[in-house]
């Protein structure tokens, strides 16, 4: 199956999160990550949001690691020392991408993951917008289908299909929530 290194910073949204998710588990793809990539996500996301209880931060891991069990990319850290990237602190990234087998490493943060330095691994960096498009194109029912039920199932605050399309929007994939608007 299709396997993507989901990056920290594309987990932090919790809208862009859920899509992603309910893609995974309608099976368009198989998601990866590492502690360290949860780690920062925790971190973020407690930034972003300090009032936010630390346990529920954290419970938010432990269900993605529950739902998705064979996500957890272990091993990586042995890879680092020999990546050469932009941003050595992105190394980790790449190197649980390397480890889980990903063909594409999903990020907001493209400039960090050249091609040049990819390509060696079989690994593309995909900008969630462009991710999303990919699914869509490949299964438009199915995709639409997870959103109506995303959509359904938002309860704070409760949303419509319309409402969820702008979340997504404002979280930075807009060229997939045109799209989306276009195939309902």
């Not at 957890?72 to 990234?93: F, T």
């Not at 649980?96 to 990903?102: E, K, L, N, S």
Request: glycine share 4%; hydrophobic share 45%.
């Amino acid at each position: 199956m299709y396997a993507a290194l989901l990056d920290s910073c594309v987990l932090v949204p919790n809208v862009l999160t859920d899509t992603l998710l309910r893609l995974a588990e309608y099976g368009f793809f198989r998601p990866l990550w590492s502690q360290r990539i949860l780690d920062e996500m925790e971190y973020a996301i407690h930034k972003v949001h300090p009032d936010f209880d630390e346990a529920k931060i954290s419970g938010r891991s432990v269900a993605m690691n529950a739902t998705f069990e064979d996500a957890l990319v272990s091993g990586w850290d042995e890879l680092i020392a020999g990546l050469d990237l932009p941003d050595d602190n992105d190394r980790h990234v790449l190197a649980a991408a390397i480890a889980g087998g990903a063909q594409s490493l999903v990020t907001f943060n493209l400039k960090h993951f050249p091609i040049t330095r990819l390509e060696n691994y079989g690994i593309e960096a995909r900008h969630p917008d462009d991710f999303l498009l990919d699914q869509l194109d490949l299964f438009p029912a199915l995709a639409l289908q997870s959103l109506r039920q995303q959509a359904d199932e938002l309860s704070n605050p409760a949303s419509d299909l319309p409402s969820l399309l702008n979340r997504l929007e404002r979280c930075g994939v807009p060229r997939f929530v045109d799209q989306a608007r276009l195939l309902l």
